[in-house]
């Protein structure tokens, strides 16, 4: 795994991290398949330190009073679990100091743990999904309401005077709320992280990265010299699109196959650890003899896996090297707990078991996050199709009007000495006031493209990249809008 967790000195005061459910179940697996090899107990709480949980640090506290304080290993776990924030690492160190007192095995007891925290997992997992569920039909309505108080006050203006300071700040008003719907989505989604740092990941994803840094660099500086050339609206949302699309794509494609792979990959670990130890060879040899047709989203990883293990190359660096390339950080994690499991002695078949349990309960319950996801997806993307769609819709009504108004008025003075005696407020907009009209419409399109675009992102998981593509479907939808709408409105009030 990463590398070890440093333990505290005499004087320290350690400030212990809360441990999340998926944490809590991923270093007791950790533990469980360490301690498969039958090592001793200390190299078992050793080996537990250095793992890249929050959890670690509780066992790098257990070594310390155990090395350096002299406790033993029952009563350090006690007095550890004592201080833990975390409930369930409260509850887990307690009851591994009876198991410990007792004189239980400690691999059956992790082994056990490892299936009850799985189950709490699930739990808290599912919890979190159905408050997501809720949460994101909360959000539609919010992005709903701010959508109208934008167009009341759009029509407002035909009535009244414009008041540019009342009307900026319930627009603030109404940004803050979509915010605060996005920041709620995030909060109540399940915190995870999916995938690999890109430079170190799959091909699609260091090609996601290089997209990153070419094609939105340019976007930008093509849309604002387009901006300063005087192009309309609809073509600078349009051409912001085109420039995002192919690294939205590239994202959609590449979480995709990371899921998939995330799928395949318990099978995986049941099927090379039981061919290891059922064959009596190694698990380089056992990589030669499964078939690879039952993984063909992970084949090509896994015959440049075997390749660079058959060249000879520094085993712990190929199976390493073959979790990141996966782009998947649960592929990432797992195989060095497979792997480093094996090393030290464990049962291939054993430890494979153990670790696909973990995985396959990982993967699964992700997979019920990315239905809901996609379904927030696509009632987000069209919510905000029909909405940028309105806007433009009344934007362009109260122009027209205002245009058609301002050419059948009377020119004369005495016409127009007439025209005000009779207080009529109606349509009294001037071209100031239009273009503060037609900028607050446009700046309320983008914000809630983005807005909606990152409660996508915070509801599905995945790369962060992958905002680009819905930001992209919103913005060419939304350029579409300004360059047909108003055409569309001006042939509705000939007719």
Known sequence: MSSSKSSPKHGDKVSFKVVSPFDMFYQITYMSAMAAAGISRSKTFLIAA????????????????????????????????????SDNMRSFLLRLSDALRSGEPLADFLAREAEVQGVDYENKYERNLEALKQWSNAFSSIVISVALIVIIQVISSMLYSVNKASMTGMIGAGLLMSGF??????RSAPQEVMTVSLAEGSAEQVLMLRLFRTTVPIGM??????????IPTGWIFMAFALFMLPLGITSLKSDKKVGKKDEEFSTFLRSTGGMATSSGTTLKQALTKIDLTSFPTLQADIDRLSTRLQALVEPD??????????????????IDIFYSAIKIGGDPERVGYLCSLFTAKTSQLRAKRKLIGGTFAGLTTVMQTVVAGIMVFVLSIVTSFAHLVETLMPTSEAAVDGQSSMNMSLINLTASDIQFLSMLTIMMIVSLAVVGAAAIIFSDGGTKLKVSFYLAISMFVSGLSFLFVPGMVQGILKA
Not at 50 to 60: G, L, R
């Open 50 to 85: 250095q793992s890249s949980s929050t959890a670690a640090e509780y066992f790098a506290a257990i070594n310390t009073l155990v090395e350096e304080f002299r406790f033993d290993y029952p009563e350090a776990c006690r007095r550890i679990g004592g201080k833990a924030k």
């Open 221 to 230: 500086a093509v849309c604002s010299m387009l901006f300063l050339l005087g």
């Open 317 to 334: 660096m190929c199976w390493h090297k073959f979790g990141l390339e996966t782009g998947s950080k649960l592929i990432s994690e797992v």
């Open 181 to 186: 719907g996005a920041w709620i989505i995030w």
